[in-house]
C-alpha cells in the first residue's frame, strides 16, 4: 500500500516538531527516515500510525485516510523497545498478533515459522525477561510483524543489535521488501539506510529537507568524489591547482577530491599522466548518504539549548 | 469499542492474576476468615451456654413462713438475674445454713446471691439480700416486689383480715403490653448490633476491595508505561478499548477472588442456626435476626454496588496512573480520590447508627460515597425503593462519564514521559482532540 503525508504539521506548545512534511512510500521499496535525535521522526512516526494527530496536513493509505485505515494494516517497532516482561514469549506473541487483529490460528502458524526463522525456537516458553538482549529485540520484531501488516513502521530498527543479528535482520527486511510490504524505518545510522534504502527523507528540526530515491539524493548536492590514489602515496600540492577540484581529505593511502562533474575529474587522471605518476586508485562516485546528510545539517544554524531540552521531553 | 480487543486484554490480565502465587493464598485465606467470622453467633451462643449457670439465690428462711415458696410467684419466667456476670433464669434454694454460711457462699461465688430473711422486734419480717453487687442487679428489683406482696400479706394475717376478701379486692388490673415495631426497628435508630456488625464487614469489604483492585489497575497502567510496551497496545488497539478490557479484567479477577469468600460466608451465616442447634449451643441466644434473607441481600447488594463502584474508581485510577511513568508516583496521583473514598468510608460507619439521617441519606445517593454508606445502610435499615434506585441509576450515569474522561485521559496520559502535565493543558487537549 502507498503511504502518502502530505503537508503534516505537529506543534507541541510552542515547539513545532513538524513543520510542514510531505513524503511518499512506495510498496515494495524501503524508505529511510533520517534524522539526529529529536529531529521530528518518532512524532512523525507516530503520526502515520494514528497514535497522535496532525495539526493539520493529511496521511492516507492508498488514498484512505489513515484515521479509518484498520489498525492491523501497520506493524509497529517502536524505539523505545517494550513488552511485559513477565509473561512467556509464546503467549506474549499470540496475545499482541490477536490484539492488531489476527486470528490465533494465523499469529500461530506464522510465530512458529519466524522463531524457526530465527532460530530461536528454545526460547518459546521462557519469560521475556529472561532473554538476552539480542534476543528480546528480535522478539520484539515479531511483535511488529505476526499480524501480516501491510506497513512496518520500524523506529531504529537495528539498534542495540550486534553486528550477526543486524544482519539476519537485514535479511529480514529485504525479504518483507520482496513480499511488497510498505517498510518505513528511521536510523541514524546512515551506512545502514544506505545499503537498504531505495528511498530516502532527511529531516532535521521538523523541516524536511531532502527526499527521494537515494541515488538523486546523492546527486542533490552537485558534486562528485573522485578517491585517487597513487602508488607512492605523497603530499601532492598540484592537485589544489586543477580547476574546479577540491581536497576533501588525505586518507593516509588516498586523497580524496571533490568535484563538481566528470571533466573535472577527468582532469585530474590527464594531470596525473602528464606527470608521469602511476596511478593505483581511480573512482567516481557520487557523495554517500552521510555526507549528503553532514552537509545538509551543517548548513543550518545551531539549535538553542532550550529547544533541544523541550524536545527530549515532549513525546517526539 | 472493539469487544474482541476488549476480551484480549481482559483475559490476559485476568489470568495473569490469577496465577500469581500471592493472589491464589490470599484467596483461600480470606475464604476461612470469613467463615470464622460468619460464626461468631454461634459461638457468641455456645460460650454463653457454657459460662453462665442458673444463678442460685439462697433463702435463708428464718421465719418459717415458706418464704421460698411465697416468692417463686414473683420471679419473672424467663428474665435474666442481670447479674454483673451475665446470669441466667432466678433459681430460689431454700436452706438451712446460717446467715453468715450464706454470705461465705455467695463471697465465694456458689451461690450468686442470698436472701436473709427473719422477723424484728416488731414481729414485721426484715429482709437482706446479699449479692456481689448490691442493688444494681435486677434479682434485687424482682426480690423486692416480692418481699413487698409477701410482708404484706403477712401483716394482714398477723392483723387478722380475711385474706380472700381482701384478693379480691386487690386483684392485678387487665395490663396488656403491645409491640409496634419489630426489634430493631423501633424508630429507626434502636439499631440492631448484630445488623451493625454485618454492615461493618460490608462497608470494610466494599472499601479495601475497591482500594486494593484500583490500585491493581493504576500500577497495571504504570507497569505497561515503563516497560513501554504501550507504545505497541496503543498502536494494535484503541485508548478506550485498552482501558475497558484492563478495568474489566481486574474486576474479574476481583471477583474471582471475591466470589468464594462472599459464598462461603453467606452459607455459613444463612445456617447460623441449624449449625448453632448442631453444636448444642441454645439457639435462643443467636440475634434475633433472619440469617438467611439478611445474606442473600447483602450480598446481592454488595455485588451491585461493587461492580458499579469499582468500575467507577477503577476507571479513574487508571487515568491517574496513566498521567505518571513510575510506580513511586502512583500514591501521590491517586491520593485526591483516596480522599473521597475515605469520606465515604468514615461517613459509613458515622450512619451506622442513624441509618435514616439526612447525611447517610445524601451520602448514599451521591455516587462517589454511595458503594460505601449505601450497602452499610441496605443492612441496618433497607431504606425506601426509591432512594435505592436513584442511587444506583446516578451511580450508573456517573460511570458513563468517568469511563469517558478517563479514556480521554488515558489516550494523552500514556505517551507522556517525565512530564507533569498541567490540569489545564489536559483539559485543553482532551477538549481538542477527539478521542479515537
Redesign the interface.
Same mark, same amino acid.
Given at each position: 500500500m502507498s503511504l502518502e503525508i502530505r503537508s503534516v504539521s505537529k506543534t507541541y506548545g510552542s515547539h513545532r516538531a513538524v513543520d510542514d512534511v510531505s513524503f511518499t512510500v512506495t510498496p515494495g521499496r524501503i524508505f529511510g527516515f533520517l534524522g539526529t535525535n529529536g529531529a521530528g521522526k518518532t512524532t512523525t512516526m507516530?503520526m502515520i !500510525?494514528?497514535?497522535?494527530?496532525p495539526d493539520s496536513g493529511s496521511i492516507s493509505l492508498d488514498g484512505t485516510s489513515n484515521?479509518s485505515i484498520s489498525?492491523?494494516a501497520?506493524g509497529?517497532l517502536?524505539e523505545?523497545?517494550?513488552?511485559?516482561?513477565k509473561?512467556r514469549v509464546d503467549e506474549q506473541m499470540l496475545? !499482541?498478533a490477536?490484539?492488531?487483529?489476527a486470528t490465533r490460528h494465523e499469529a500461530s502458524a506464522r510465530f512458529d515459522e519466524w522463531m524457526e526463522r530465527l532460530e530461536i525456537t528454545e526460547n518459546r516458553e521462557r519469560l521475556v525477561e529472561q532473554l538476552s538482549k539480542g534476543n528480546q529485540q528480535k522478539i520484539q520484531f515479531l511483535?511488529?510483524i505476526l499480524h501480516d501488516p501491510d506497513v512496518l513502521i520500524l523506529d531504529e530498527p537495528f539498534s542495540g543489535l550486534d553486528p550477526v543479528n543486524a544482519e539476519q535482520m537485514k535479511q529480514v527486511f529485504l525479504e518483507m521488501r520482496e513480499r511488497g510490504k510498505t517498510i518505513i524505518f528511521s536510523t541514524h545510522q546512515l551506512d545502514d539506510a544506505q545499503e537498504l534504502c531505495q528511498d530516502v527523507a532527511i529531516i532535521h528540526r521538523g523541516k524536511l529537507m531532502t527526499s527521494g530515491d537515494v541515488s538523486s539524493v546523492r546527486q542533490s548536492l552537485g558534486q562528485q568524489v573522485v578517491r585517487f590514489g597513487l602508488a607512492e602515496h605523497e603530499p601532492a600540492p598540484w592537485l589544489e591547482e586543477i580547476p574546479d577540484v577540491t581536497v576533501a581529505r588525505d586518507r593516509g593511502d588516498h586523497f580524496e577530491l571533490k568535484v563538481p562533474d566528470k571533466a573535472a575529474a577527468q582532469a585530474v587522471l590527464r594531470e596525473a599522466i602528464r606527470r608521469d605518476l602511476t596511478v593505483s586508485r581511480f573512482d567516481i562516485s557520487y557523495p554517500s548518504l552521510n555526507e549528503v546528510f553532514l552537509s545538509l545539517v551543517r548548513g543550518m544554524p545551531e539549535e538553542s539549548k532550550s529547544e533541544v531540552d523541550r524536545e527530549m !521531553?515532549?513525546?517526539a | 469499542m472493539d469487544l474482541? @480487543?476488549v476480551r484480549?486484554?481482559a483475559k490476559?490480565e485476568w489470568l495473569?492474576r490469577l496465577r500469581q502465587r500471592s493472589f491464589q493464598i490470599t484467596t483461600v485465606v480470606q475464604v476461612l476468615f470469613v467463615a470464622i467470622g460468619a460464626s461468631v453467633p454461634t459461638a457468641i451462643a455456645l460460650f454463653s451456654d457454657d459460662d453462665v449457670a442458673m444463678a442460685d439465690v439462697l433463702i435463708v428462711d428464718g421465719t418459717g413462713a415458706d418464704i421460698a415458696e411465697r416468692l417463686a410467684p414473683y420471679i419473672v419466667p424467663g428474665e435474666t438475674a442481670g447479674f454483673a456476670n451475665g446470669g441466667d433464669t432466678i433459681e430460689l434454694i431454700a436452706t438451712e445454713l446460717t446467715a453468715d454460711e450464706a454470705r461465705t457462699q455467695v463471697d465465694e461465688g456458689d451461690a450468686a446471691a442470698a436472701l436473709i430473711v427473719s422477723r424484728a422486734d416488731d414481729e414485721d419480717l426484715a429482709f437482706t439480700y446479699v449479692s456481689d453487687s448490691g442493688d444494681s442487679d435486677s434479682t434485687a428489683q424482682q426480690l423486692y416486689a416480692g418481699a413487698a406482696g409477701i410482708s404484706f400479706e403477712d401483716r394482714l394475717e398477723r392483723g387478722g383480715i380475711d385474706q380472700a376478701e381482701f384478693e379480691a379486692a386487690s386483684a392485678a388490673p387487665v395490663f396488656t403490653i403491645e409491640g409496634r415495631q419489630a426489634a430493631g426497628e423501633v424508630n429507626g435508630t434502636d439499631v440492631s448490633g448484630a445488623r451493625v456488625g454485618i454492615a461493618y464487614f460490608f462497608t470494610i469489604l466494599m472499601f479495601m476491595t475497591i482500594m486494593l483492585y484500583g490500585a491493581w489497575v493504576a500500577t497495571g497502567v504504570v507497569e505497561?508505561k515503563a516497560? @513501554?510496551?504501550?507504545?505497541?497496545?496503543?498502536? %494494535? %488497539?484503541t485508548p478506550r478499548d485498552l482501558l475497558a478490557g484492563k478495568v474489566l479484567g481486574i474486576g474479574l479477577a476481583g471477583l474471582t477472588q471475591l466470589a468464594p469468600m462472599l459464598l462461603t460466608g453467606g452459607v455459613v451465616f444463612a445456617l447460623q442456626k441449624p449449625i448453632a442447634e448442631a453444636l448444642g449451643a441454645d439457639s435462643s441466644a443467636l440475634p434475633n435476626i433472619d440469617f438467611g434473607s439478611l445474606s442473600v441481600q447483602g450480598i446481592g447488594w454488595f455485588m451491585v454496588y461493587f461492580l458499579l463502584g469499582f468500575t467507577l474508581y477503577a476507571a479513574m485510577y487508571a487515568a491517574l496512573g496513566s498521567l505518571v511513568s513510575r510506580q513511586e508516583e502512583v500514591n501521590q496521583a491517586v491520593s485526591p480520590m483516596i480522599t473521597v473514598m475515605f469520606v465515604g468510608y468514615f461517613a459509613a460507619f458515622f450512619t451506622m447508627w442513624t441509618p435514616d439521617s439526612l447525611l447517610a441519606r445524601v451520602l448514599s445517593i451521591f455516587p462517589l460515597t454511595a458503594p460505601f454508606v449505601m450497602i452499610s445502610r441496605v443492612v441496618i435499615s433497607p431504606p425506601p425503593a426509591w432512594e435505592m434506585a436513584l442511587s444506583v441509576g446516578l451511580l450508573a450515569a456517573a460511570l458513563v462519564v468517568a469511563i469517558l474522561f478517563a479514556a480521554r485521559v488515558y489516550r494523552i496520559g500514556v505517551?507522556?514521559?517525565? =512530564?507533569k502535565p498541567s490540569w489545564r493543558a489536559l483539559f485543553g487537549k482532551t477538549l481538542e =482532540?477527539t478521542a @479515537?
Open positions: 507516530r !500510525l494514528d497514535i497522535i494527530r484515521t489498525r492491523n501497520f509497529y517502536p523505545e523497545r517494550g513488552l511485559y516482561p509473561m496475545f !499482541l490477536q490484539l492488531y487483529g511483535a511488529a !521531553l515532549v513525546p | 474482541n @480487543r484480549l486484554v490476559r495473569t505497561e516497560s @513501554r510496551i504501550m507504545e505497541i497496545m496503543i498502536n %494494535a %488497539a505517551l507522556l514521559y517525565g =512530564q =482532540q @479515537r
